[in-house]
Structure formats: structure tokens, C-alpha cells
């Protein structure tokens, strides 16, 4: 009898270690977009709050190229940061 208890111990065990562990890849995805959607409102933001009168011409033109690449781009670019 011990032993039959002790398999489903350990069958318990497996589930719940699992479960947990599906649901730690679930929240560390989501905290993943949520990092992502930070990233582009914070572009969004700066791209909003840039004054372009006061800049330089170096800086227009690193404005004008950053403003060329595409919005899914920029998590990998993020990375290389």
C-alpha cells in the first residue's frame, strides 16, 4: 500500500512541477511584451518630444535614418544596445 501512495506522490509531484513550470514560461512571455510595448511607447514618446529646430545637422540625420527603420525591427536592435 505505501508504495501505490508513494507513486502517486510522485505522479502529483511531476503535474505540479510542470504546471509551475508552464506557468512561469507564460508570465515571463507576457512580461516580455510588456517590456516590448514599454520600449515603443517610450520611442513614441521621445519621437513626439523631439524639438528638430534646435538640432544639429548630425542629429537629423541620425533622426532620419532612425525614423527609416521598421517599428518590428526594433526589439532586435534593442538588444544590440
Not at 37 to 65: A, G, H, R
Request: hydrophobic share 40%; proline share 2%; net charge positive.
Amino acid at each position: 500500500m505505501k508504495n501505490k501512495s508513494y507513486n502517486n506522490l510522485v505522479i502529483l509531484s511531476i503535474l505540479l512541477l510542470t504546471f509551475s513550470f508552464v506557468f512561469f514560461l507564460i508570465i515571463k512571455e507576457n512580461r516580455l511584451k510588456e517590456r516590448e510595448s514599454s520600449f515603443l511607447k517610450k520611442i513614441t514618446i521621445s519621437n513626439d518630444s523631439i524639438d528638430m529646430t534646435k538640432s544639429t545637422p548630425l542629429q537629423k540625420e541620425v533622426w532620419d535614418k532612425f525614423q527609416q527603420i521598421p517599428k518590428n525591427e526594433y526589439s532586435s536592435l534593442k538588444s544590440t544596445f
